[in-house]
Nanobody, 124 residues
Framework: QVQLVESGGGLVQAGGSLRLSCAAS????????IAWFRQIPGKGREFVAA????????HYADSMKGRFAISRVGAWNLVYLQMNNLKPEDTAVYYC?????????????????WGRGTQVTVSS
C-alpha cells in the first residue's frame, strides 16, 4: 500500500507561481513512478508530469514543458511540482498518483494509488 497526500494549492494571480508537494508513505520503492494529474469539473484527469522514484527520470505533457517542473526528495519521500507563469486555464484540482507499471505512463488508469487532491485557482 502507498499513501499520498498533496499540499500547496491555493489562489494565485495569473503570472504567479506555486509549488505543490506530494508526501508519499508506505511501500514506495525505486520502481514506482509518481505523477501529477489535474482535473476540472466535468472533464477527465489530465496528465501533467511524472518522475521515476529511483532514477529521477521525468516525463511532461507537451503543454506543460517549460512552465512546470517535477522533482523528488527521496530522503523526505516528497515529490514537488513547481508551477510558474500560471494561467487561468491552469485552474484545477491537482492530484498526485503512484504507479508500478513502469515507463512513466501518462494514462490515469496506469496509476494504482491516488491522493485526495489540492485545489489550484489562478485569477486573471
Amino acid at each position: 500500500q502507498v499513501q499520498l497526500v498533496e499540499s500547496g494549492g491555493g489562489l494565485v494571480q495569473a503570472g504567479g507561481s506555486l509549488r505543490l508537494s506530494c508526501a508519499a508513505s508506505g511501500r514506495i520503492s525505486p520502481v514506482y513512478d509518481i505523477a501529477w494529474f489535474r482535473q476540472i469539473p466535468g472533464k477527465g484527469r489530465e496528465f501533467v508530469a511524472a518522475i521515476n522514484w529511483g532514477a529521477g527520470t521525468t516525463h511532461y505533457a507537451d503543454s506543460m514543458k517549460g512552465r512546470f517542473a517535477i522533482s523528488r526528495v527521496g530522503a523526505w519521500n516528497l515529490v514537488y511540482l513547481q508551477m510558474n507563469n500560471l494561467k487561468p486555464e491552469d485552474t484545477a484540482v491537482y492530484y498526485c498518483a503512484a504507479s508500478r507499471a513502469g515507463g512513466l505512463p501518462n494514462y490515469p488508469t496506469s496509476y494504482n494509488y491516488w491522493g485526495r487532491g489540492t485545489q489550484v485557482t489562478v485569477s486573471s
